[in-house]
């Protein structure tokens, strides 16, 4: 597949031997709505060419810090740079560099899938034959060029998302943020999709991620942030978090649910730290077989066990005390 036009040139090209400047810098960034504190004093840095995470439950903060991050909400408090502009004074010209891929699609369902494409391209005074051009190219890229003159409203859920992430890319902009990209899809167009953002990666787009899916973390995110009630828990690569964080493996338990609590009484001491959780006891450990023995050397015997490797998810349990689905 050719590359995308556009993502090797603009205001980030440097020299090779100076400093490369962040794509997006926040120091002691805030957001209120009345008295509640949305986001309390976080900062990041961003580079180009990276895929950043920002994970954490319902109310953490991360969507209120992805709209002052695109200019679509204005900042509460501290600094803010995005492609080394300020949101205050630039906001406009921000977001003409920045795609934009909402959780739930807005396409036109009635226009076709390149009719969608191109209306959008017109939104940013570009030439007719420029439009039609790049449009074309991000119909292979995104794998519907077979589909471009079908409308939008009987396409499934997958095909809807890859359209709404190629209309963000129309204006070739050199930041592109994805709020729950994959939510409710199936898990093959979830790996297109994978696919497909991967590549702009490597073509030198960065990419902001919100996502609910800690595999999907875990696939794409090169680096990511865990929020929690307003503020940073942790930051780091998603590998470096699970040796922070967790154990390295983790052994499940399944007991009957309403048993869960005495069996938890009967494991305590078996690993230093044991989650209880709805339908299933979490024992975290650096050897999940060892201590699988132990238990069964206790008389114990699950429904159902398994022995794992350490997540991301694990370190959400660690971190905030509960799944980011609550």
Known sequence: MPPLPGHSTGALETRPDAPVEPVVWAR?????????VAVDRVGFEITRGECFGFLGPNGAGKTSTMRMIA????????????????????????????????????????????????????????????????????????????????????????????????????????????????????????????????????QGVTLIVTTHYMDEAEQLCDRLV???????????????????????????LRFDPDENETMAARLHGLTERIEVLPDRILLYTDDGDHVLHQVEGLGLEARNSLVRRSTLEDVFLRLTGRTLID
């Open 226 to 252: 865990v929020m929690d009630h307003g503020r940073i828990a942790a930051s780091g690569t998603p590998r470096s978090l699970i040796a922070q964080h967790s154990t390295r493996e983790v052994l499940e």
């Open 71 to 202: 200019c679509m909400s204005p900042l509460g408090g501290g600094t803010l740079r995005v492609l080394g502009m300020d949101p205050v004074t630039d906001g406009p010209e921000i977001r003409s560099r920045i795609g934009l891929v909402p959780q739930e699609d807005t396409l036109d369902l009635e226009l076709t899938v390149l009719d969608n494409l191109v209306i959008y391209g017109r939104y940013f005074d570009l030439p007719r034959k420029v439009i039609r051009e790049r449009a074309e190219r991000l119909l292979h890229f995104a794998q519907l060029w077979d589909r471009r003159d079908e409308r939008v409203e009987p396409l499934s859920g997958g095909l809807k998302r890859r359209l709404t992430i190629a209309r963000a890319l129309v204006s070739e902009p050199d930041l592109l943020i994805l709020d729950e990209p994959t939510t409710g899809l199936d898990p093959q167009a979830r790996h297109l999709l994978w696919d497909r953002l991967y590549r702009l990666k490597q």
């Open 28 to 36: 002691d960034l805030e957001k209120r709505f009345g008295d509640l």
